[in-house]
Every structure is written in C-alpha cells, then in structure tokens.
C-alpha cells in the first residue's frame, strides 16, 4: 500500500528505466513528506531519504509517481511512466549528509537491481528539465555514485577541440533534451562540471563526447 495517493498507473505499459534523484529544498524532512503526500499537491516520488538515513516508502515502484513533470530524456517525454523518483532531504545549499548517502547507495543497488537499470539510467532532475530545474545540484556527488557503478563519470582527456555542434549531438546522444544552447550547457555543468563558468569550452566538450562514447558502446 502506498503512502502517498498522489500516482497512478504507467502509461503504455512502460516499465522503470530510469531513476531520477531530486532534492526537497524544503526547511525539514516533515515538511517534504507532508508535501508529497498532500492530494492537493499533486506530486510524490517513489522514496524520500531522510538526512539520518531512513528510507520512507511513498509510491509502489510498479506504480507512476508524480516527480519528474515536464521535460524529457533519450528523446522521449512523459518521463514519470518510465522512471522511479527518489527524493533527498536536503535544501540544496549544504553537503549531503553521509548516513543519506549511504542509503541512497543501498537504495539504488536494489532498485537498479530489480528493473535492470543500468548505471546510465541515473540520472538528475535537472538532466531531464534543462532550465526548469536544478536538483539535485552542485552539492550532489555524482563521482560516489559512480565508483559504485551506481551511475556514470567520464573518463575524459583535459579538453577536446572546441566544437559546439559536435557537443551539441554528444549531449542529445547521451540523453539531455534539444534545448537552447545555454540550458544545454548548464544543464551538462550540473551534472559533470560543478563549479564551471563562461562559454562552452575544450572541457565541455571532452566530457559529452566520453558520455555519448559510453551509452553508443
């Protein structure tokens, strides 16, 4: 039984390929929970990880969750049918707690485990929503994610000649949606490049052509 009633059926019989992470960027974990499961809010995730490391159950993993919203991935829409939302108690500003982390790792294992999900298929809500959202932001280790085969990093030289079409069709290729080129852009820095600033650069462009690389091997 779910806690929250806020989801309904995947569409189309999709099934989970995805999991997309968030942050609640809400002053304490109650307030989150409170929040997605009030009807009148109409959103929800799969799972909500406390800052101490509990892991609350809001929405059956079979069933569709309402977190992602609008935007897309690898191409196609309606992401909720066909990914499983877990929220993170934390405001956007400060380190993920360890004991959060941790579970979060758990967490994943599992879920990727029983949907057979591989690593490229974490990913961030900004990844999918370029320009709408941030979580779960620069705070987030990806990098941790990664040396646990929980997600991926590149294996990039410094920097690649500049090229902005050529990083552009990485991008798509990898899976961040046809945007304009500034939310692309951000959008690529949030999820690789905490921290970069100005123009596209060699560097962006060495990251997204090891990205696309991986998920065209």
Known sequence: MSLSPNFGP?????????VVIHYTAMP???????????PVREVSAHYLIRRGGAVVALVDEAQRA???????????????SRAIGIEL????????????????EGLLAG???????????????????????IDPGARFDWQRLARGGLALW????DASPLDADRFRADALAYGFPDVADDLLLRAV???FRHGACGPLDGRDCAIMAAMAASVRA
């Not at 995947?10 to 989970?16: A, E, L």
Request: aromatic share 4%; charged share 25%.
């Open 154 to 157: 590149p294996a990039a030289p």
């Open 189 to 191: 820095r949030l999820r």
């Open 111 to 133: 879920i990727m485990a029983r949907w057979a999900i591989p690593p490229r298929g974490v990913i961030g809500h900004s990844c999918m929503a370029p320009g709408r959202k």
């Open 28 to 38: 304490d974990c109650e307030a989150a929970l409170r929040a997605l499961c009030d």
């Open 89 to 104: 108690d934390n405001d956007g500003a400060t380190p993920f707690a360890a004991p959060l982390m941790d579970a979060l």
């Open 10 to 18: 995947r569409r189309d019989g999709q099934r989970p390929e995805l």
């Open 66 to 80: 309402w977190h992602a919203g609008a935007g897309e991935w690898a191409g196609r829409g309606d992401v909720n």
